[in-house]
């Protein structure tokens, strides 16, 4: 009996077999965390207008045509900067636990999770308007960008709004996706107002609390 053909399964004829990472995924993160490092610091030294591509490109120790296979637009940059911001707003409101006893609320939590996002925005005021007047009209490069960051926040307010509604604290049948909407927009009209000179820091703040009271006054859950 001669020697068995090794079994070979329906469709594994001629496929190319897989590969281990060959590390350019890294290389291509580490690659653009050098441009928005360098980015920041020009838009800092020089001002967001004054600052081209190419001199980001050199300030990032990289050559024009490397940069472009990265970015395309400075818009990109900070975008990116409010999408990395959101996220380190959402890590610090889930690892951080509340030291008063009881549960919070949902609007507790809501305000918790926007406070984190205007504490990390107030950081660098002068980026951080830049980087919000850039959101309101988006350029059609970033238009998607825009989108898929507004989206994000509506989603996660949404996924706390949801836990609200789980525990028995808003009226039933509210759209919680609508009201997700609703303190998104009215939230960003804030930060925006901030950015352009119209309110301060803190006038910013309240005007988002108040927009939250005002919304649980009508979602929330009748008492008793």
Known sequence: MGAQEPFVSPGAAGRTPLRPDDGRLQRGRRSRARIREAARALFRERGFDATTLRAIAQRAGMGASSLYRHIRTKEELLVDELQELQEQ???QFRRRRVSRGGPETASERLRRFLDAEHQLLAR??????IA?????????RVAGQVLALQDRTVGLLAEIMLQGRSRGELRRGVDVLAAARTIAHTTNGARIAWANGQLDGEACRRAIDTAVDVLFQGIGAPPG
């Open 132 to 140: 919000l007047r850039a959101t309101t009209h988006p350029e059609a």
């Open 89 to 91: 707003a959402w890590h």
């Open 124 to 129: 660098d005021p002068d980026l951080t308007t």
